[in-house]
């Protein structure tokens, strides 16, 4: 499609001088980058195939497509089609993202990509949103993402990324506020250049295949609320540090193969609300220090080798809701404080060495 300066201009073009020729040709080429940028954004959008079965035929009208923004040029600025309206499967390397320089927001989430991450969305420099979570994506995470400078909340989870998570990006991206790699197919260790991310509140590993200690450059993230990287692999203790993650809300170690004791310096989270340091092989005794922890609404640390007694002082988590201490070593008689408890709802403590029974006030 020919805008109509490119036809005029080629009429006057006989009439140039060969110097004026030039000239001629520089307007020719400027007024067709202009006019035809619109053009090869729409073409690009149709080539891309990923509208085949939505009821679209129109080229022209390219702006108002399921998912897509303009900005006043007609230049392309958002593509971010809702959930499930459109199913792109195999055809992302399909989409010629350099025809969006314009693009600022990139929302992909839950449309069936699969394959790769074409290394076009590398180039797309003013990109401030980048989410391709539930989707079926596989391969290691691009280098070229770290271009990507002005990304503000990527979101890659939900997906089957594999390898490690890669140190360089992991860098770059280090002014972010929250970092989604969950429900990927990860190994390897936490790199330990996520200590550069300073401002981090909330960090998601949550099942992957992540092994390895967790690295101490974690106590750099004092701004943490949210530590989740439960269902993987990491081992070792459960470091003293996390002393410096004061303002944790939550924190999900589960299903992974922490050892040691609990540190006495969880109880100084005091902000904690929801404990998970279920199905790990964790042993000695619960610390005295947890008294403190009187937000916690949910504490389970099931599946463990836990032992002694349950602490009497248990009746200062008032605001627990949820209590699993089953399949560990507990022992002695299940304290009557328990009764205090007033707001718990479920309380799991089969498979210990108690004796005695649950207080009646709260045995449903
Ligand atoms: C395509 O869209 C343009 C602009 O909205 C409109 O003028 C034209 O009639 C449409 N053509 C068809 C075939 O719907
Ligand atoms: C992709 O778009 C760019 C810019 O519009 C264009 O130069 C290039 O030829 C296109 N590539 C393909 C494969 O269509
Ligand atoms: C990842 O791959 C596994 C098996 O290869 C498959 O069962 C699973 O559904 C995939 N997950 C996603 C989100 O595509
Ligand atoms: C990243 O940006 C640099 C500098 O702008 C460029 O040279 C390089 O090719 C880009 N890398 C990729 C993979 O896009
Ligand atoms: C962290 O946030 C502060 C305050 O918003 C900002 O000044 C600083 O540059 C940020 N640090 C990084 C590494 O982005
Ligand atoms: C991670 O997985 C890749 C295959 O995806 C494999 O080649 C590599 O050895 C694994 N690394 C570790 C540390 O397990
Ligand atoms: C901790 O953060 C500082 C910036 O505040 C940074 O210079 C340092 O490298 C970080 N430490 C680690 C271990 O990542
Ligand atoms: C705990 O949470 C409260 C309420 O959100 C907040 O005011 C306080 O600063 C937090 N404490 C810490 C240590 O972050
Ligand atoms: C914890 O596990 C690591 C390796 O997985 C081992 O080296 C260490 O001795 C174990 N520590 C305890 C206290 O069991």
């Known amino acids: 499609m020919l ?15 060969i110097f004026a020729f030039c000239l001629c040709v520089a307007a020719i080429t400027t007024t067709t980058i202009m006019a035809t940028s619109i053009d090869d954004e729409a073409k690009a959008l149709h080539n891309s195939q990923w509208w085949n079965g939505s009821p679209i035929s129109n080229i022209s009208n390219h702006c108002e497509w399921t998912g897509i923004t303009c900005d006043a040029n007609a230049r392309i600025i958002q593509i971010a089609p809702p959930f499930n309206t459109i199913y792109v499967g195999d055809k992302f390397g399909k989409m010629n993202f350099t025809a969006f320089p314009n693009l600022v927001y990139l929302s992909l989430v839950g449309i069936g990509l699969s394959g790769n991450i074409p290394s076009e969305i590398g180039m797309l420099s003013k990109l401030t949103n980048l989410d391709m979570s539930y989707n079926h994506l596989t391969g290691e995470l691009p280098v070229f993402l770290v271009n990507l400078t002005q990304l503000d909340l990527p979101d890659i989870s939900s997906n089957n990324f594999t390898g490690a998570i890669p140190d360089q990006l992991i860098k770059s991206l280090r002014k972010l506020s929250i970092l989604d ?10 790199p330990w250049s996520i200590g550069e991310m300073i401002n981090l509140t909330q960090l998601n590993l949550h099942s992957n295949f992540i092994s390895g200690q967790l690295p101490s450059s974690l106590e750099n993230l004092t ?15 459960i470091p003293y ?5 004061k303002k944790l809300v939550t924190l999900d170690l589960s299903f992974n193969k922490f050892n040691g ?3 006495w310096t969880l109880g100084q989270m005091t902000n904690l609300t929801y404990l998970y340091l279920y199905s790990n092989s964790v042993t000695g005794q619960m610390p005295s220090t947890f008294r403190r922890l009187t937000n916690l609404v949910d504490l389970d640390v099931r599946a463990n080798q836990i032992g002694g007694l349950i602490p009497l002082e248990i009746e200062n988590l008032k605001n627990l809701v949820s209590l699993d201490l089953s399949r560990n070593s507990l022992i002695g008689s299940i304290p009557s404080t328990i009764a205090h408890l007033t707001k718990l709802e479920y309380l799991e403590l089969s498979r210990n060495y108690l004796i005695g029974s649950i207080p009646s006030t709260i045995a449903h």
């Not at 540090?241 to 993650?245: E, G, I, S």
């Open 241 to 245: 540090q996390p002393k410096n993650l």
């Open 261 to 263: 004791s609990i540190p």
């Open 223 to 237: 701004q943490l609320l949210a530590l989740e990287i439960g269902q993987n692999s990491i081992d070792g203790v």
């Open 181 to 190: 790699l969950s429900g990927n197919n990860f190994n390897g260790s936490i």
């Open 3 to 17: 805008s109509s300066p490119f036809i005029s201009n080629l009429q006057v073009l006989p009439l140039c001088l």
